[in-house]
């Protein structure tokens, strides 16, 4: 394991999963995965969750090095999904007199996992709670549907680290080298995206706590420039759009409708769009299309149509901006069909179920083919929809 610095009483017993292909069986993870797990050394030892199956071995060498003979006091459990509370009976096994930190949630959802009596061994705690275990202290807030009912961060006092669960959490190896913003975006708004009401919630509590640390189940220790971590989190949970630019979204059967999406990007940019990207729906990554539906203030759709309604691709698209509360967004709209084009008026039912979306106007229909008249149309698509 990389040694990854916290403090000196503070240490990172997670690992990496490198081999992972899909997480949570529909995300890909081309970085892998990390699963993050903490050893508060004190008069008192706690750790903070346990972790995945997979990387169950890696975690246990971590754990018994970082405690060097000691034993364990107590495990707080910040989240029940298996990802990270696939040990906790292997754990409870091993240390017969470690105390259970959680919330009465928390024991009602653990007996669906784990066949094991700790009634005599639960620490039931409360919004606000505190845990004296020496020099640390622990505080505990609740965080119910970030993005499970259990949900808890835990603050310690000391020195002012922030346990935060799956919040502020990322795709990728804690070794791998890139940008924090687009990958823990993407898993913001694949796993998290749906609760933003919940997670501003959050936000508000930790507001009135001084933070010097983020450490998340996911990705990397945060410990410099928290306000734009922060900041991030405030604009995806208020759905806000984050960037001023235009996202095209494409569900083309044979390439007639790419091509008029590629000619929709040029006019886009000809007119000053400040940026246009465009997603295969049929072949690019959906958790990255989700993601920069989200991004950008303006969107365009378009797709063929297909059964009578619109093509699979998009309209699984629109389902999962559905499921994640999508909102406040400018949205035009393109169809095609060769006959009797039906595209358009399915994707107009998806999206009236949403909130405060403007679909601007004309939506335009290709007929197979991109032609002259739909192209002087698609030029008074992109000139609306500049339009601030």
Request: glycine share 6%; hydrophobic share 40%.
């Amino acid at each position: 394991m990389k040694d990854i610095e916290i403090t000196d009483n503070i240490i990172y017993i997670g690992a990496d999963d490198k081999d992972i292909r899909l997480f949570e069986a529909q995300y890909e993870v081309p970085n892998g995965m990390a699963y993050n797990s903490y050893l508060i050394k004190d008069e008192k030892n706690v750790v903070f969750d346990t972790i995945d199956r997979k990387v169950t071995n890696i975690w246990l060498e971590n754990l018994e090095k970082a405690l060097g003979g000691e034993k364990v006091d107590y495990l707080v459990v910040s989240h029940l999904e298996p990802d990270h509370a696939y040990n906790i009976g292997l754990l409870a096994e091993k240390y017969p007199n470690m105390k259970i930190i959680g919330n009465n949630m928390t024991f009602n959802i653990l007996p669906n996992f784990f066949d094991i009596n700790i009634e005599d061994r639960k620490v039931v705690v409360k919004e606000g709670d505190t845990l004296n275990i020496g020099k640390h202290t622990l505080q505990f807030f609740m965080a119910p549907m970030v993005h499970w009912p259990e949900v808890m961060v835990t603050y310690e006092q000391t020195e002012k680290i922030l346990f935060t669960a799956d919040g502020f959490g990322k795709f990728g190896t804690l070794d791998t080298d890139e940008p924090w913003d687009c990958e823990a975006r993407r898993y913001y708004f694949g796993i998290v995206g749906k609760y933003g009401e919940q997670v501003q919630a959050l936000l508000k509590k930790a507001s009135n706590l001084d933070i010097k640390m983020i450490c998340p189940l996911h990705g990397p220790i945060l410990k410099e420039n928290l306000e734009h971590y922060i900041e991030k989190y405030n604009i995806w949970s208020s759905y806000k759009p984050e960037d001023d630019g235009v996202a095209i979204f494409c569900a083309s059967i044979y390439g007639n409708t790419m091509e008029a999406c590629q000619k929709l990007k040029e006019t886009l940019e000809q007119k000053g769009a400040k940026k246009v990207v465009l997603t295969d729906l049929v072949r690019d990554d959906m958790a990255e299309a989700v993601e920069d539906a989200f991004r950008y203030d303006k969107i365009i759709l378009a797709a063929s149509s297909y059964n009578a309604g619109v093509f699979v691709p998009m309209h699984q698209f629109l389902n999962k901006l559905k499921e994640r509360n999508y909102q406040n967004r400018k949205i035009g709209i393109i169809e095609n069909g060769s006959w009797a084009p039906s595209a358009g008026k399915s994707m107009k039912n998806i999206l009236q179920e949403m909130k405060d979306i403007e679909i601007v106007e004309p939506t335009i229909t290709i007929k197979s083919t991109l032609k002259q008249d739909t192209t002087i149309q698609m030029e008074k698509l992109v000139q609306n929809i500049l339009e601030q």
